[in-house]
Structure formats: C-alpha cells, structure tokens
C-alpha cells in the first residue's frame, strides 16, 4: 500500500452475515481518509469523511488495493483531494458513500460499483417479472403456457410457476453477483456469475415443478426454465439500455490521463 492508494475492506451490515466493501484513500502515513455513517448500524442518519488509523479503518479485516476503474490524478493529488475533505458532513449509502467518495478522489467521478450492482439487478428483476406477466397475458384465454419438446412431452407452466421461478432465480443471481464483486472480482465476471447462477436456478426450479409428470418432463422443464432466464436476460437488457443515462462529466482536471 501506498500514498494515494483506494484501500478496501469487508465490513458487515449492522451484525448480519451480509458483507459489503469499505473504501477509502490512503494518505500514507498509516492513516486512511474514508467517508462513513456516523452510526454503522443506521447508515442512513449521516455521516462525514474522516481521517482514522488503518486499523480502525480496517476493523480486523483483510486490506486490499483498488485499481478499478484506473486512478486519472497522480497519487500525491489523490491524498491531497481526500485530505481536504476531512471533517467535511454527509453520507447516504445510496448517493455518497465510501466508495462514491474514493472513486471521486481518484478519478474525479463518483461512482459506486456496490451500488450500481444492486441497481441493475433491482431493474434486471422487474424487466423479468413484467416480461413474464407479458407473455402469459399474450396467452390469451389459454390457462397454461405450454411447452412441448421434441420428445413429445407437454409440461404447463402458470404464473404461479413462472414468477416464483423469475424470483428465486434472481435471488441466486444477486447473491452470486455480490459475492464475486466482495471477493475482488471484475464487474464482468461478477455479472457472468450472477447470470450462471441465476440461469441454473431457473432451470432447478421449474425442472421441479415439472417432476411429476416424469423424467421427460424434469429435462423439458429445466430446458424451459433456461428459456425463461435467457429471455428476461434480453428484456433486461433491452430496458437498461432504454434507461441507460449519458456518460458523467469527469473534473476538467481529471481528463487528461497520468502516465
């Protein structure tokens, strides 16, 4: 670790086993500038950046260095942004935390990975159900969705089927995606193994509600759970990138890159 380095460190939320990741700036002198809650376990009543040892930083846990996204100041301005915000008041988890706040220093940019991964997933899982309720609504006055596979099996899915297996799947899909981004991993595989999970779990799930009518049924089931996924993947997709903001402008100072 050095001056200007993004540090990070698991911490967990309010004494549960759900972790998340600390951020903050080191000023190299054994001391870590961070922005924080004022009360860790009501994340929502404020909090101000601080300027605290590395091991209360820290909180007994592992330190790692951040390199993504790549830093555009030099690290010595890095500290020196961090420094100047010490004491300042304010944090959200939502619009300004420790990562929003790391991010700027670095780069000029606030921006929170954390954050935007449960974002995208929250839109990911309303793409999927509306696209669901669509789809069994296009079915007219049919009670079922069917499903027929070349083996000549007829497996019938409802709602009752279809949306708790949209659920579940992306229940598994965040809790996958969250996990490989805590343990260091880059956003895109990350995502690949959010969608892995999630494409699995459909498939478990309505292969499940398929396994009374036999053998056949439990592979067309599974087959049609994986349709179902990649098929909210699509709408997914096609709705993000509809709501997909432009690009955020960085610091004048920021858009010429350091060697």
Sequence with gaps: MARGDRLAAERRFAGSAVTYTHHGIDVGDGTVVHARPDDPERIFDGGRVARTSAAEFAAGAPIRVITDPPPLYAPDEIAARALSFVGRDGYCPVVE??????????????????????????????????????????????ERVAIRTALGTTVRFGLRTLLPATLVAEGAAIAAEWSAHQAGHSPERSRRAGESAGMATSAAVCAAAAAAAGPAAIVTGALAGMALWLGGSVAAGVAERALRPGAPLRDAKARQRID
């Design 97 to 142: 935390n420790c990562e929003h706040f790391a991010t700027w220093c670095a780069t000029g940019e606030r921006g929170s990975r954390q954050v935007d991964l449960l974002a995208s997933r929250v839109g990911s899982a309303t793409a999927r159900v509306a696209a669901v309720v669509a789809a069994r609504a296009a079915a007219g006055a049919a």
